[in-house]
């Protein structure tokens, strides 16, 4: 009965780790990698996450005829103006539902930038009129006519120029939007959910594959699309399907690896066990910390669990016959507990408020470690026969002897070599870090290339540039924005960017609606200047009298706030761009066509009870990433200091530490050298890579340098070591092939940092503690 109680009670404890794992939400988010002092870092990633370029997806219409273009981007717009998924559909026909027509026609005068006292003297009321004439004999006749009694000065027509944004508007061909060289005819699309809604992006994609399907049928037309959305979903299916696949084909590999060195099923699931538990305990522990696991800190945790393989590796290798399985565990427990110990200890480092992130990467790991090495410690002596032993197809005999005959003179040079290699690191310091996350991005240069033609083409805000506004309240945040407007206007006619977009453009402030409402004349003084605008002009006498009466009512209406235009298109355009959150509310200003960002945000207008800050979000999420860095080689530095301290608890020498130490210093020196040799810049898959050759070459060093193993065991232990680090190299090394730069960053440091690692404490470790004795 008491055999079986550990399983029973693995058994529980799994299940109630996947109950909690199943429950858990994850999120492929950045805001834990941020410091949550950071108040830049927090509106960059809410921007990152939700802002108003990310909802945008951009649409082109290549092949055929340019009629064939034209009348499907006609036909593709009617199609996708009935879906809920998009807040708005623009190709240049500037067609409005009836309701959001109206909303504005009521509104006019309180949101038209025209509105100005000079807007309603005499000669300002003829102008309009003889342009209404105009207007009567042009394509605009049946719009104007219908509006013209209540509008004679063209507000409602103001009004839907300013719909467009203040971005500049794509060329026209046939009354649609269509590329500069006319190959393309260009829709601008923007979704309701944030372009970091991954599933809402790939329902909308899928929304618009649909409707393309039908209003081009027929034609020669093909689609092109483009957008954060559309990529991030690009990505993400790239990154699932390598994943599966070479996951799938490294799983295969271990386990042929294992059936081909024990030839025991056995070991194969038993191998398994310890990096289930280790997944399970790692996410169940995360989930009771944080409440929810982000994806990033799974990719990275799993990748560190990568250890938890050697576990069971170590028991099958060193078992012997003349031995219970139990007791070969209870030999090689304290160097297994060590070898735990120290990456415990490690990851203990990571763990700080300041960046909850990293804290995840240390819970996670901590976690998986010490289920895994339990597992191994106490479920597999359970599970298995008393004098289980699995047949070996290769002897360990003479060649292991002469592996680990201790060469100290080949220590010596391997020593040199890495004091050299360390040294010209030092002297060259050639670039080592690679801040910029678009280069690890899996998204094909050529979408990238199509991106930018199309966002050019339609003048579409850029992704990497706005500012954002932050105030305690809408009308502050507005207001604040109104000042930046007229800079921005200023910096325009300098040439300093295209355009730009921003929430008072729709909503402007209270205190500007009410100097509007203040520029409107009183009824008789109005009566008096249109009457004497309208001499000599052939308009029937009477028919402004809608115009005298909007202009009364406006004059006494209270202003427009944010829940006034709540269900309308318009309020959700303003909402995109003026929203509450933690700090109050924030008013964003996407950019577009920016040539300096350094002179625009020098010169942003701050105010008293608001703030502006200039994101240009390339540069931020680079800074981003390098104070993640930064905090994570302090922690590094903090668990390699720990590491130090608990190998000299357990050895109680240090000749003994430098022994076990000294090849895992080595190997990272090696590995780091080797990277830069081949080109590559040191992202956060690498340093989080390397703590992983860390953790290993930290065993391998312990387990080679085990003062008073007979040679029995040491050609066990080599024998071990081998089978560990030939399913390290098999795994890693095809994640090392794949096309992903990500994942072959990860596979390429493992590779390398895991075979320096092996044949550092395989050359250095024995001689190093012979020498020093």
Not at 99 to 113: D, G, N, T
């Amino acid at each position: 009965m008491r055999r079986w109680s550990i399983p029973l009670l693995w058994v529980l404890a799994a299940l109630g780790c996947g109950w909690i794992v199943l429950t858990t939400p994850v999120a492929a988010d950045l805001t834990l990698f941020a410091s949550r002092a950071d108040p830049v870092a927090e509106l960059l990633l809410d921007q990152l996450r939700s802002g108003p370029t990310t909802r945008l997806i951009l649409l082109g219409l290549a092949g055929g005829a340019e009629t064939e273009r034209a009348a499907v981007s006609q036909r593709l717009a009617e199609r996708l103006k009935v879906h809920n998924e998009f807040a708005r559909v623009a190709n240049g026909a500037d067609a409005l539902p009836e309701a959001e027509l109206q909303a504005l026609f009521a509104h006019r005068y309180r949101l038209s930038p025209m509105v100005t006292p000079e807007r309603f003297t005499v000669d300002s009321l003829r102008a309009g009129l003889r342009q209404r004439l105009a207007e009567l004999q042009s394509p605009l006749a049946v719009f104007q006519k219908r509006w013209l009694a209540g509008d004679p000065t063209g507000e409602l027509l103001n009004l839907l120029k300013q719909w467009r944004g203040g971005l500049r508007e794509p060329a026209k061909r046939l009354g649609v939007w269509f590329s500069p060289d006319g190959e393309r005819a260009l829709l601008l699309v923007e979704t309701r959910a944030s372009g970091y809604d991954l599933a809402a992006q790939r329902k909308a994609v899928t929304a618009i594959r649909a409707a393309f399907a039908a209003a081009g049928a027929g034609t020669g037309v093909r689609l092109e699309m483009s957008g954060p959305g559309v990529l991030a979903t690009l990505a993400a299916d790239t990154i699932h399907a390598q994943a599966e696949f070479l996951s799938t084909l490294a799983l295969a590999a271990v386990a042929l690896i294992l059936l081909l060195v024990y030839r025991s099923a056995r070991t194969v699931w038993l191998g398994a066990l310890p990096m289930l538990a280790a997944l399970l305990a790692g996410a169940a522990a995360v989930d009771l910390v944080f409440g929810k696991m982000y994806l990033i800190t799974l990719a990275f945790s799993m990748t560190l669990l990568g250890e938890t393989l050697d576990y069971p590796t170590y028991l099958f290798s060193h078992r012997r016959a003349t031995e219970t399985v139990a007791d070969t565990l209870r030999q090689l427990w304290p160097t297994l507990r060590l070898c735990v110990a120290t990456t415990m200890l490690g990851c203990l480092a990571m763990l700080d408020a300041d960046f909850p992130g990293l804290s995840q990467l240390g819970v996670f790991t901590v976690a998986g470690i010490a289920a895994a090495v339990a597992t191994t410690r106490w479920l597999l002596p359970a599970l298995l026969p008393p004098r289980w032993t699995p047949p070996q197809p290769v002897a360990i005999g003479a060649w292991a002897d002469w592996a680990l005959q201790p060469r100290p003179r080949l220590a010596l040079a391997l020593g040199g070599c890495g004091a050299l290699a360390l040294l010209a690191l030092l002297i060259k310091a050639p670039p080592l870090w690679e801040n910029d996350l678009a280069a690890l991005s899996p998204v094909p240069r050529e979408l990238l290339r199509l991106d930018q033609e199309l966002r050019t083409a339609l003048g579409a805000p850029e992704v990497g540039h706005l500012i954002a506004v932050t105030a305690l309240d809408a009308e502050t945040a507005l207001r604040h924005g109104e000042t930046i407007a007229a800079y921005l206007d200023d910096r325009q006619r300098e040439g300093l960017l295209a355009g730009y977009d921003g929430p008072m453009r729709s909503l402007p402030s209270a205190r500007t609606q009410q100097q509007r409402q203040a520029s409107l004349p009183d009824a008789a003084t109005l009566t008096a200047n249109l009457n004497a605008a309208l001499e000599g002009l052939p308009f029937k006498p009477g028919l402004f009298a809608p115009f005298l009466d909007a202009v009364a009512a406006a004059r006494a209406a209270s202003p427009l706030r944010p829940e006034d235009l709540r269900g309308t298109l318009l309020g959700t355009r303003v909402n995109a761009l003026l929203f509450p959150g933690g700090r109050g509310w924030t008013a964003l200003l996407p950019l577009s066509g920016v040539r300096d960002a350094g002179v625009l945000a020098a010169g942003l207008p701050q105010a008293e009870s608001s703030q502006a800050y200039y994101l240009d979000l390339r540069a931020e999420t680079n800074r981003l990433v390098a104070g993640f860095r930064a905090a994570t080689l302090v922690r590094i530095g903090w668990g390699a200091t720990l590491i130090v301290a608990v190998v000299w608890l357990g050895l109680r020498s240090w000749r003994r530490v430098v022994a076990a130490l000294l090849p895992v210093g080595l190997a990272l020196v090696f590995t780091v050298a080797a990277l830069l040799m081949l080109g590559e810049r040191l992202s956060l898959f690498h340093l989080v890579s390397l703590l992983l050759v860390l953790g290993v070459g930290v065993d391998y060093g312990l387990f080679f340098s085990r003062p008073g193993a007979d040679p029995d065991s040491r050609r066990r232990t080599l024998h071990a070591l081998l089978v560990c680090c030939g399913s390290a190299l098999t795994v890693f090394g095809m994640l090392s092939l794949s096309a992903l730069p990500a994942l072959r960053a990860i596979g390429l440091t493992v590779s390398l940092g895991v075979a320096a690692s092996f044949i550092a404490a395989l050359v250095a470790a024995r001689p190093l503690l012979t020498k020093m004795s």
